[in-house]
């Protein structure tokens, strides 16, 4: 064998040790081809902001093709990520929870996991300052958007009518997402809307600065009966002063937020998202204030839907 026929062997050999080990290698496998999608939300809410710029992190971390997509919200983030019509999606506590147990919107339980637990959410009630609105009782009669049909809004929404003693079907419901909510206000079309998401929500921070708004009280006892009846997902909480241009802080109920995934993704594609969610943290804040708020103490407490494998072993590993 002449030194150039080994040479060229030795070539071909070292050609195909390569190929076999990208073969091998997770990321490889599991990132390799077309776009991958992350389930957000309505373009003016958080999730679809934080979405948007954890998106251009992954991909430019990994050398990957992620999106963002616009979705109704929690409910159908979860069902997204369920179908594996997105990767990662973000989501309520409550409807998380509803998700693993099969009940409330879904009819069965669905196979998803936490990555991450990311943000608490406060639950919103917006009304015009000049309105005559002073508690949730008053919104009887009125038209008051809910949130969009299958979104975590419309969950809270109504089990807030319900331990305040509103009947549901009293209230005209356009179920607007939150950008359709902001336009029908300023257009004086509704005389409130429900929001639940990170404070502030960017949405509703630029409708106060155009248009003055105040936000109804979320009663403590009603976070409490709301918490018996349903996943114990809950906790009191303020708007601080200031917030929106309020002049007091105003009670409300808060709800954590999970990123997740579908139980059969592989634990090598969590350990990177992780990764890089955690790496890009500081860079996301600058643009969105919630990507701050990431903690790893906390990121882990996201019961009851079971922490994915990949993301044990990334937390197990980071306290080693």
């Known amino acids: 064998m002449t030194g150039r026929l080994r040479r060229a062997l030795a ?10 080990l990208s073969a091998c290698s997770p990321r490889a496998a599991e990132w390799s081809g077309g776009t991958s999608v992350i389930a957000g939300g309505g373009p003016t809410g958080v999730y679809y902001d934080y979405g948007g710029h954890l998106a251009n992190e992954l991909s430019a971390a990994l050398g990957i093709s992620m999106t963002v997509e616009e979705t109704d919200g929690s409910v159908d983030n979860v069902r997204r990520v369920d179908s594996g019509e997105a990767l990662l999606g973000f989501a309520q506590g409550d409807a998380a929870a509803d998700a693993v147990a099969g009940r409330g919107a879904f009819d069965e339980p669905l196979q998803i996991r936490a990555v991450a637990r990311l943000y608490d959410e406060y639950v919103h009630v917006v009304v015009r300052a000049d309105s005559d609105l002073e508690r949730v009782s008053d919104l009887s009669g ?26 549901a079907a009293s209230i005209r419901d356009p179920q607007l997402d939150l950008r359709e909510s ?13 929001w639940v998401g990170g404070l502030p929500t960017p949405g509703i921070e630029n409708l106060s600065g155009a248009l003055p708004v ?4 979320v009663e403590q006892e009603w976070v409490m009966a709301i918490n018996g009846r349903y996943s114990d997902a809950y906790r009191s909480s303020d708007f601080p002063a200031g917030a929106y241009g309020l002049d007091q802080s105003v009670p409300t109920m808060a709800v954590p937020n999970y ?5 059969s993704t592989p634990d090598a594609v ?11 943290r500081s860079r996301m804040a ?5 990507a701050a708020l990431l903690n790893r103490r906390q990121a882990i407490f996201t019961v009851p839907v079971e922490l994915h494998p990949g993301a044990v072993a990334y937390y197990r590993d980071e306290r080693s």
């Open 259 to 263: 990123l997740i995934v579908a139980a």
């Open 286 to 290: 600058q643009e969105v204030p919630a």
């Open 214 to 217: 105040r936000l109804l009280p």
């Open 182 to 194: 902001i336009s029908a206000m300023e257009r004086g079309e509704i005389d409130g809307f429900f």
């Open 11 to 20: 070539l071909m050999l070292g050609v195909a040790v390569v190929f076999a």
């Open 270 to 280: 969590v350990r990177d998202v992780l990764s890089v969610l955690f790496d890009a």
């Open 142 to 167: 009125k038209t008051v958007s809910l949130g969009a049909e299958g979104s975590g809004v419309n969950v809270i929404a109504t089990r807030i009518l319900a331990a305040s003693g509103v009947d």
